[in-house]
């Protein structure tokens, strides 16, 4: 079951992460070839920056950013080619991160896609979705979200430690004000999903750990 997600506790974000429940969907304007190599090479300058930064003032947006960068670099085998058809985020569970990524991904696109962000309380409600967001609330339950979508084209992300070693696809890890992300390649690719070697090469690639398919 699809629902809205409320925090129990109320934050500042309260009223702008009702707001965003359901993205703002904007179309896509077509560019040149040149145009939108040019384009592609500024996000691949953000997302170097955002990996290098040791001063990100804060450190759950660049977060957010970083995946808004990283969805980029990403080709999903069954996404329509018609550029009005969203990608679809699911978040399931609650964090600051979560907040984070819905307000920022439901206003923005990805490569001229709009973006649509629902909360979900089960994991197989991720199924039919591009990005599966597993926050902090639901970490014990990762080997469950992850059999859930095993198979499926879901670009899984968490903030939890070791979350891409233990089968997900990106992991967030932070030391300090300093933000990586750890990309599981083997299982990206097993899933059907195709990364850019560009990103690659930005990424902390890491190996499946023993017991993983």
């Not at 969203?86 to 696109?109: F, H, K, N, Q, Y």
């Not at 070693?165 to 999903?193: C, K, P, W």
């Amino acid at each position: 079951m699809i629902a809205s997600w409320k925090s129990p506790r109320r934050t500042r974000r309260d009223g702008w992460l009702r707001r965003t429940r359901i993205a703002v969907r904007s179309r896509g304007a077509w560019l040149p070839a040149w145009a939108l190599a040019c384009v592609f090479m500024a996000a691949i300058a953000a997302l170097d920056a955002a990996a290098q930064s040791d001063a990100t003032p804060d450190v759950n947006e660049a977060k957010a950013n970083m995946l808004w960068n990283i969805a980029k670099f990403v080709e999903w085998p069954a996404l329509p080619e018609n550029k009005s058809q969203p990608l679809v985020v699911t978040i399931l569970g609650e964090d600051d991160l979560a907040a984070d990524l819905a307000g920022l991904l439901s206003s923005r696109t990805v490569n001229g896609r709009p973006v649509f962000v629902r909360f979900a309380r089960r994991p197989q409600d991720a199924l039919g979705s591009q990005i599966l967001y597993l926050a902090a609330s639901e970490s014990g339950q990762i080997v469950n979200v992850l059999s859930a979508v095993d198979k499926s084209a879901v670009l899984t992300v968490s903030d939890a430690p070791g979350f891409a070693e233990h089968g997900g696809m990106v992991g967030f890890a932070t030391d300090g004000t300093r933000v990586r992300f750890e990309v599981n390649r083997n299982q990206a690719e097993r899933s059907g999903l195709k990364l850019s070697a560009k990103l690659l090469s930005l990424a902390h690639l890491v190996p499946d750990s023993p017991g993983n398919p």
